[in-house]
């Protein structure tokens, strides 16, 4: 990754930060913790970001709201810079979800997050992913791959155009995003074994995906 910037990782103290920390190092990526949102405005050391996790929809947007990350961020994509949410990462970036309906979530993605209408939930354990031949994201893996799922709940993009790949699981939904330089997925590609990392490696830069 000789060439790319600092990779910031967004720790809003629930995330699964160590693992993805250690994927990106893999890769060879300089990833650092955000000491702050103020890291994120301006001439921001940073040249992508990434906002990682686990969790309650409510309790991760409560703690971005308190700590000044929730403007900041929402600051950061309208400026079309590179992030990537993972997991709750994705699910934020909507306008809400039934895991907490009187939370708003960032709202830069038009949608709702919704619950999984099987009996078995959470999904837990790998599942096979259909991307889009247009995705970025998923440039040189295998058709219907499998990835590391653990969630109870799914995102519905109003414009289905913006969903860059699909997954089933009680129905099919949305797996992953793209939008400019917008990315979001809702397996865990620091789990994902090989075809995670070339995900990860794709959405730093690093690999010739033509």
Request: with cysteine; aromatic share 10%; proline share 7%.
């Amino acid at each position: 990754m000789s060439g790319s910037g600092p990779v910031g990782i967004v720790d809003y103290g629930a995330g699964n930060i160590g693992s993805v920390m250690n994927a990106l190092a893999r890769l060879g990526a300089d990833a650092r913790l955000v000491r702050g949102p103020e890291e994120l405005s301006g001439a921001s050391p940073y040249e992508k970001i990434v906002f990682p996790g686990d969790g309650h929809f409510g309790t991760a947007m409560a703690s971005l709201e308190r700590a000044g990350y929730a403007r900041a961020l929402r600051e950061w994509i309208a400026a079309d810079r590179p992030f990537l949410g993972i997991c709750i990462g994705l699910q934020i970036l909507f306008q809400r979800s039934e895991e907490a309906p009187d939370t708003a979530g960032l709202g830069v993605i038009p949608g709702d997050v919704r619950r999984f209408p099987g009996p078995k939930v959470p999904q837990i354990g790998w599942n096979s992913t259909e991307a889009r031949d247009s995705s970025c994201l998923f440039k040189g893996i295998p058709a219907d791959s499998f990835f590391y799922y653990i969630h109870s709940y799914y995102a519905s993009p109003a414009d289905p155009c913006l969903t860059a790949a699909y997954t089933d699981y009680c129905l099919r939904y949305c797996a992953a995003v793209e939008r400019g330089a917008l990315s979001a997925v809702q397996f865990h590609p620091e789990k994902s074994g090989v075809w995670g990392l070339r995900l990860l490696e794709n959405w730093l830069g690093g690999t010739d995906a033509g």
